[in-house]
């Protein structure tokens, strides 16, 4: 039985058989599912239609971002059916858990001061690669409660996305921790349940594909950061400050204080090994993946400072962003 007042909104682009999984997993449960594809070159608009889910494509001379598509797949929800009341976002290559809709709409319907409610997202495969596991324990990271953002997949009150006209469709990464901003500053609050919520599948089995995926993020602390960073709220600025400290500022006051100053500058690069231990150590689960997030989360700051680069790069420069795709 579809649950009345309960939409969702997938978007992807050549997701194939995740998308497959996605939208089997929502269709018959949701009372209206609409599909939003950002250019896709394989059958995923053909798929969808053949699944009776209300297909929305994005023109083709147009950035594609996800909150671009996340803001064409609400309206038009609320265009076929006006009286919806909670909207369940989904990237189209998670799918959703079996009690999770009815599980976030009764939370929404009984903390009517809430305006959002994610849960715990999965990696699919977390064994197939070290890259999936890491994404896996980034996902079991975050602890239950009131929380300030979510992620791509959350349900959302709608009367809370129109208040706030949704989502910033410029945003090329980030976009649902700065639509969070938005809605706290209205008054609404964000939650996340240890219910779980969405099985995601990475595919990620490159290096380069983790670089990439990591360069975003800083670039997301950084745009982060320069649209709400002022107090009170100070958006991201403790993760882009970080990011500044560990990707560049230490290795470039260590190599450039050996040149100029005393070769024993190096020895601020132990900083790194140092961090890496304190990681581990603090970290939980198997040794296998203590030692991955170590290294990795060490690492990424350096991708990260990349990102930030960009974003000051592209800022100054007058040029439109563009997706950082790491798939």
Known sequence: MS????????????????LRACL???????????????????DSVAMAQSKGVEVVTLPKDVVFTAALARNAGWRRVLELAPHIEFIQFVDGDCA?????????????????????VCGRRRERYPERSIYNLLCDQEWGSAAA?????????VMIRAAALVAVDGYNPKLIAGEEPELCVRMRTKGWKVWRL??????????MFHFSQWWKRSMRAGYTFAEGAHMHGKPPERHRVVESRRTWIWGLVIPLVAVLGAVVVSPWLLALLLLYPVQMLRVFVASAGSTRGRAARAFFMVLGKFAE?????????????GQTARLIEYK
């Not at 089997?24 to 394989?42: C, H, I, M, P």
């Not at 409660?145 to 997949?153: E, F, I, L, S, V």
């Not at 240890?194 to 595919?203: G, I, R, Y």
């Open 96 to 116: 959703v858990d079996p009690a999770w809709l009815s599980t976030a709409q009764e939370f929404l319907k009984s903390h009517t001061d809430v305006a959002a």
């Open 145 to 153: 409660g009131q929380t300030k953002a979510c992620g791509g997949d």
């Open 24 to 42: 089997d997993s929502v269709v018959g449960t949701a009372e209206v599912v609409v599909y939003v594809d950002s250019g896709s070159t394989d």
């Open 305 to 317: 400072v990349a990102g930030q680069l960009k974003f000051l790069r592209l800022r100054l420069s």
């Open 3 to 18: 649950l009345p007042g309960v939409a969702v909104v997938a978007i992807g682009r050549n997701e194939g058989e995740r």
């Open 194 to 203: 240890a219910a779980e919520m969405t099985l995601h599948d990475a595919a």
